[in-house]
Structures are given as C-alpha cells and as structure tokens.
C-alpha cells in the first residue's frame, strides 16, 4: 500500500469511529440503534479499507508491468510520438524513472514509455 493510500485509510477508520462513538454518545436510550447496524456499517468500512488495498495492489503490479515493458526495449528500434506530434524512430538505450513515470532514453531525448506507438 503507498504511504498516502495508507494515510487515507487511517484518516477513514478514524473518521468512522468518531461516528460511531458520537452516535453511540447521542443516541436516544428509549430507541437504541441496532446492533446490525453496526455490524452493517463496520463491514462497509471493512469492505471499503479492502477495496484500498486491492487499488494499491493493482498500481503496483502496474508499475512493475511498466518496468518490465521498459526494460524489454532497451536495444531495440522503437517508433515514438514526440512533443510536437512528429513521428520519430530511434533506438532504446535506458530507462529511467522520472517523476514517477517511465521514460525511456531515445538518442537525446528523454520519451515517456505511452508515447511508443511500435517496437522492432
């Protein structure tokens, strides 16, 4: 999980239970809120902390699919889309990452790895 995915999901559990405490707090004795409700809202919460996870599983495996994709190129002919919208070819001679995102290294430019439209 990434640092702000985790951020995230201890700001959400501690938001929830400062609800339910408050709601347990200010309830009305006579008419009590019931006890699946709770248990509703705890597997919401649950489900919602699981679907986190499962959301920084998949960047991860995308980030490594990326890589992969990346490194299989170095050495070969690719043909890229350049800042002005010209189709260019050259040959991979790095990758690197650079703000977070692929790029590889083409001659002197530096190209991010969507821009490739082909590879030979």
């Known amino acids: ?17 400062q609800l339910l ?13 019931s006890d699946t409700e709770f248990i509703s809202q705890l597997s919401q919460l649950s489900q919602l902390e699981s679907l986190q996870n499962l959301d920084a599983n998949f960047s991860q495996v995308l980030r490594l699919q990326q890589l992969t994709s990346g490194t299989s190129l170095v050495g070969k002919t ?3 889309t350049d800042e002005q919208g010209s189709t260019q ?4 001679s790095a990758v690197a990452v650079n703000n977070g ?20």
């Open 1 to 17: 999980m990434s640092q702000i995915s985790a951020i995230n999901a201890t700001v959400a559990r501690d938001q929830f239970l």
């Open 21 to 33: 405490v408050a709601q347990l707090q200010n309830q009305d004795p006579l008419n009590p809120v």
């Open 78 to 80: 690719v043909t890229f």
């Open 89 to 92: 070819t050259g040959t991979v």
């Open 101 to 120: 995102n692929f790029e590889l290294t083409i001659g002197a430019a530096q190209v991010p790895l969507d821009k490739v439209t082909s590879a030979r």
